[in-house]
């Protein structure tokens, strides 16, 4: 079965960096859309961005434009989403989600998903 696994989570200060990554064992992400969602308890899972097996990107948050960035490096079968000045309300639980022949981040076209990394930001 494919499995997703996000790491990089951590706590930082409001203005710094994460870099998260999501790979994935037994299976090749290269032939996939892999996204990023973030979820705060008790609200909906937000869909951040999504990179397509072409390597087109889609950025949907309009509160993480300039600031986020998603890549691939299908050599290390890894997608990332480089996350700069960060801001306290962009605490959350962050899941990368892999799916076939899609360019939208809308969480139900995903079929595969990751437990998710906290990111902490806080002073």
């Known amino acids: 079965q494919l499995q997703l696994v996000e790491s990089g989570g951590g706590l930082v200060q409001p203005g710094e960096s994460l870099k998260l990554s999501c790979t994935a064992s037994?299976?090749?992400?290269?032939?996939?859309?892999i996204a990023w969602f973030r979820q705060v308890p008790g609200k909906e899972r937000e869909g951040i961005s999504c990179?397509?097996?072409?390597?087109?990107?889609?950025n949907i948050a309009e509160s993480v434009k300039g600031r986020f960035t998603i890549s691939r490096d299908n050599a290390k079968n890894t997608v990332y989403l480089q996350m700069n000045s960060l801001k306290p309300e962009d605490t959350a639980v962050y899941y990368c989600?892999?799916?076939?022949?899609?360019?939208?981040?809308?969480?139900?076209?995903?079929?595969?998903w990751g437990q998710g990394t906290q990111v902490t930001v806080s002073s």
């Open positions: 037994a299976f090749t992400l290269a032939g996939y859309t």
């Open positions: 990179i397509t097996q072409s390597a087109q990107r889609t």
């Open positions: 989600a892999a799916a076939w022949a899609v360019d939208t981040v809308v969480a139900g076209n995903y079929d595969y």
